[in-house]
Structure formats: structure tokens, C-alpha cells
């Protein structure tokens, strides 16, 4: 790509020269080139210049099914309105959320959650059994306490006279 910007002497945003190379492109100026990575779950859109979801894209080889290895289950219309959420089958913390019941999006839980596929929400992975040991071997067992039930700091004692107190100013009698 660098020899591209040198030869067109273009500068502008460009999609990467392999077409199922989805999440990285390039930034040419002055003949030089940066590569850019979108982060995880998006692709480069050529329209827009910017990072977005595959089925916004709209990149032939970089639909949301060539990123994800992840389709749709069919469903109602009625059903797929409501954006229907399915657990990941390979990670408990991720699931996928299908736009219009159609366009899978990845989606995760916060750190010492896994997603629960019967509520369709995050939970504590201890309250999902399917998942309850997901997370052996990445976190202790203190650092999952630890997320769930973050200690609360205490309020700092002040010395002295409180600050900030509203002050009492009798008025003068002429």
C-alpha cells in the first residue's frame, strides 16, 4: 500500500489491497501511508471513511456472517423487530444481537459477567450454569468478589470546622 500512495500521489482514507482484510486501511499523505485498525467487531466502510458495523458497510466479502462465523437464526418478523439477542457459542462473555432479527453484532458482558441465554442479559457468571466456570483460570475467586461486590470507600473524617458553612451576618443598626 505504501508504493500505491507514492504511485497516485492521492492522499485520502483507502480499504486495504486484500479484499477479505475487513478491519484494516489505510491513511495516505505526502506519499505516505498509515495503517489503521478498526477495533474488534467492525470494518473499515468505504463510503463513510470510518469504522462501522459490517452490515452498515455494506463490503462485499465483510458482511456480518464473513466476521462473525455467526448467522441469524430465522425468526417472525414480529420477533426479529425486537432485535433478538443470542449467546455466543464459543464465549460465554460475548453474545450477538441480530439488527431486525437479520445482522448479527457482537456484543459483551463487563468483566465477571457471561451472558445468560435463558433472560437474554448479562449476569454474575456464578448465576448461570452453563458459564459458572468460565472464568477459572483468568480471575481468582476474590477478584470475581471483588467485581461484584466492589468495596466502598469511606468518606474521609474532616478535622476542625466544617467548610462551606453558610455564615450568620447580623445587620448594623443606624
Given at each position: 500500500?505504501?508504493?500505491y500512495?507514492?504511485?497516485?500521489?492521492i492522499e485520502?482514507?483507502?480499504?486495504?489491497?486484500?479484499?477479505?482484510?475487513?478491519?484494516k486501511?489505510?491513511?495516505?499523505?505526502?506519499?505516505?501511508?498509515?495503517?489503521?485498525?478498526?477495533?474488534?467487531?467492525?470494518?473499515?466502510?468505504?463510503?463513510?471513511?470510518?469504522?462501522?458495523?459490517?452490515d452498515?458497510?455494506?463490503?462485499?466479502?465483510?458482511?456480518?456472517?464473513?466476521?462473525?462465523?455467526?448467522?441469524?437464526?430465522?425468526?417472525?418478523?414480529?420477533?426479529?423487530?425486537?432485535?433478538?439477542?443470542?449467546?455466543?457459542?464459543?464465549?460465554?462473555?460475548f453474545?450477538?444481537?441480530?439488527i431486525?432479527?437479520?445482522?448479527?453484532r457482537?456484543?459483551?458482558?463487563?468483566?465477571g459477567?457471561?451472558?445468560?441465554?435463558v433472560?437474554?442479559?448479562?449476569?454474575?457468571?456464578?448465576?448461570?450454569?452453563?458459564?459458572?466456570?468460565?472464568?477459572?483460570?483468568?480471575?481468582?475467586?476474590?477478584?470475581?468478589?471483588?467485581?461484584?461486590?466492589?468495596?466502598?470507600?469511606?468518606?474521609?473524617?474532616?478535622?476542625?470546622?466544617?467548610?462551606?458553612?453558610?455564615?450568620?451576618?447580623?445587620?448594623?443598626?443606624?
Open positions: 500500500m505504501n508504493l500512495c507514492v504511485l497516485k500521489s485520502g482514507y483507502f480499504a486495504h489491497e486484500e479484499k477479505n482484510i475487513c478491519d486501511f489505510y491513511f495516505c499523505v505526502d506519499g505516505k501511508f498509515n495503517q489503521i485498525i478498526c477495533p474488534n467487531g467492525l470494518v473499515y466502510n468505504e463510503n463513510a471513511g470510518i469504522c462501522s458495523w459490517p452498515e458497510a455494506k463490503r462485499k466479502g465483510c458482511t456480518s456472517e464473513d466476521v462473525f462465523a455467526f448467522d441469524c437464526p430465522k425468526v417472525p418478523e414480529s420477533v426479529g423487530l425486537t432485535h433478538p439477542r443470542y449467546a455466543d457459542p464459543e464465549d460465554c462473555q453474545f450477538y444481537v441480530c431486525n432479527g437479520n445482522a448479527p457482537r456484543n459483551g458482558c463487563k468483566l459477567q457471561v451472558f445468560d441465554d433472560t437474554k442479559r448479562c449476569d454474575w457468571a456464578k448465576n448461570v450454569p452453563e458459564c459458572a466456570d468460565w472464568y477459572k483460570g483468568r480471575l481468582t475467586e476474590q477478584q470475581l468478589k471483588d467485581l461484584e461486590s466492589p468495596p466502598t470507600p469511606r468518606p474521609k473524617a474532616t478535622k476542625g470546622k466544617r467548610k462551606n458553612r453558610p455564615r450568620v451576618v447580623e445587620a448594623e443598626e443606624d
